[in-house]
């Protein structure tokens, strides 16, 4: 037996992540952490660790999210009523009705368990159910997960993989449904390699290559930028760069044959503005400086993504030879990306004269809870819409002239001419991609040039719609089949 010493954490651990606590604050945390020292005392986590300082972990975990102090003082308590003796007559009487209800709620939330597709959905259904009452559970729930995650290396080798998977499958996909990229981004990247311990690799290795030399050539661009916003008096917070997290980059290298020069945001370049006005007209000055890429002009401002994310992405030409994408927002967008929904929890916000329901009221997400949930009832539209709203990707392609044609992913050359014109399509008797000749069937790929030869005899058939991918291509193939079908009926008649 070996004897390892262990820090025992304290309340410090939670303290240190903020300098403004109230006195009643501290109070309550320090109660806190001295009951589920007391409470969990017996138990010891796989390593050997006291228990205590799991929760306690949690608890520090939420304060960085910047939660409320009610929800931080529930992570620390949040096993209590699951591992030990303590009746929730003793725990309401110590902590409160609220703080007894979120852990409670965390306590009764479904074990979830990655089981395929299918039985993916039905948990994740109930788990936005029975959480619906109260987000705070979810963030809870989300940072008991990510401390596991942290030191799962102390758990049995066997279990490791399953874990990991649901991780990503489930807890990941949770914090990006909430828009809280920071724990996403966290999670994914502590259970990649125990899900997928070769692709990990190989990713690390290819993402090796581009960090090598993306440092100074971003620096670079980083200063360029900054002179031109400074030449014409637009005030940035800040302008930062990020290389795409790993698992994030298999996924798109997955799509691409794992072709990394395939991938346009590899690095990103970030501005952070002052003001929504300065976003459009810093988007105005960066495409004077670098030429943008056609088709990689994104304004999520005006349409933002379903889970609230906003912003205007850009990918430009960076005059050397290679692109970068450049993604344009307020401070108040990019609190919003990083931690979603818990940005509006915040501690700040919450206390002063607003209740967490008007908070969440007036942010929508009460909303978007409700319209979660409604979709939730009927199980196969609600995976439908995680797919389509949240997976399904765009392909952008181009006519010869140079003009862009915005597709879902899958589209063939079929759907290509119809977007064109609905005669092209309905002509159409093949296809040159990249200056070659290609079947009409052929699945289109980012970036492809694709001119499309048309021929007067040529029409659309009924085996057409196997190889289409957009409703409006499918609409007119079968109005063209019903004409056909009454003209042949028209001429039975007459014979
Ligand atoms: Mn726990």
Not at 77 to 93: M, R, W
Not at 310 to 317: A, C, I, K, P, Q
Not at 392 to 405: A, H, L, Q, W, Y
Request: charged share 35%.
């Amino acid at each position: 037996m070996t004897n390892i010493k262990f820090t025992i954490l304290n309340k410090e651990e939670i303290l240190k992540e903020r300098t403004d606590w109230t006195k009643e604050e501290i109070e309550l945390i320090s109660k806190a952490v001295s009951f589920s020292q007391e409470k969990h005392k017996e138990q010891k986590r796989n390593n050997g660790e006291p228990y205590a300082n799991h929760v306690i972990i949690t608890g520090r975990i939420l304060a960085e999210l910047n939660m409320d102090t009610t929800t931080i003082v529930a992570g620390v308590l949040h096993d209590i009523l699951e591992d030990t003796e303590t009746t929730e007559k003793e725990f309401e009487k110590e902590f409160g009705k609220e703080i007894l209800f979120l852990v409670k709620s965390v306590t009764k939330l479904p074990k979830l368990k990655y089981q395929g597709e299918e039985r993916y959905a039905e948990s994740l259904r109930k788990f936005f159910v029975s959480m619906a009452s109260d987000v705070r559970v979810v963030v809870i729930k989300l940072a008991d997960r990510l401390h596991n995650m942290q030191t799962l290396e102390n758990v049995r080798e066997d279990k490791r993989k399953r874990i990991a998977l649901e991780t990503l499958e489930i807890h990941a996909k949770l914090a990006t449904k909430f828009g809280m990229q920071i724990l996403k981004v966290q999670l994914e990247e502590l259970a990649f390699p125990y899900a997928f311990p070769d692709e990990y690799k190989k990713t690390k290795e290819l993402a090796g290559l581009i960090d090598a030399t993306s440092d100074k050539r971003l620096k670079d661009i980083t200063q360029n930028i900054k002179f031109v916003l400074d030449t014409y008096a637009v005030e940035y917070i800040e302008i930062q760069y990020r290389i795409k997290h790993l698992y994030s980059l298999y996924q798109k290298l997955r799509k691409y044959d794992m072709d990394i020069t395939k991938i346009y945001d590899v690095v990103a370049l970030r501005i952070i503005l002052k003001d929504l006005g300065d976003c459009y007209k810093t988007l105005g000055l960066i495409h004077s400086e670098y030429k943008p890429m056609p088709g990689r002009i994104k304004d999520y401002i005006a349409r933002p993504k379903a889970n609230g994310y906003r912003s205007l992405h850009t990918t430009v030409f960076t005059k050397d030879g290679q692109t970068s994408e450049i993604q344009i927002r307020t401070k108040e967008m990019h609190d919003e990306a990083e931690y979603g929904i818990a940005s509006h929890l915040h501690y700040k916000e919450i206390g002063k004269n607003k209740s967490k329901e008007e908070i969440l009221r007036k942010t929508g997400w009460t909303k978007n809870l409700l319209d979660i949930q409604k979709e939730m009832e009927h199980r196969d539209d609600f995976m439908h819409h995680l797919k389509t709203d949240l997976f399904e990707k765009r392909v952008f392609v181009f006519t010869p002239k140079g003009d862009v044609i915005d597709l879902p992913e899958g589209a063939s050359v079929i759907d290509f001419a119809f977007a064109v014109h609905t005669n092209i399509g309905a002509k159409i008797s093949g296809a040159k991609i990249n200056g070659k000749l290609e079947s009409l069937e052929t699945i289109l790929q980012r970036g492809d040039i694709i001119e499309i030869i048309t021929n007067k005899k040529s029409h659309p058939s009924q085996k057409w719609l196997e190889h289409v991918k957009t409703s409006f291509a499918k609409r007119q193939i079968h109005k063209y089949l019903e004409k056909v079908e009454k003209e042949q009926v028209k001429i039975d008649v007459k014979k």
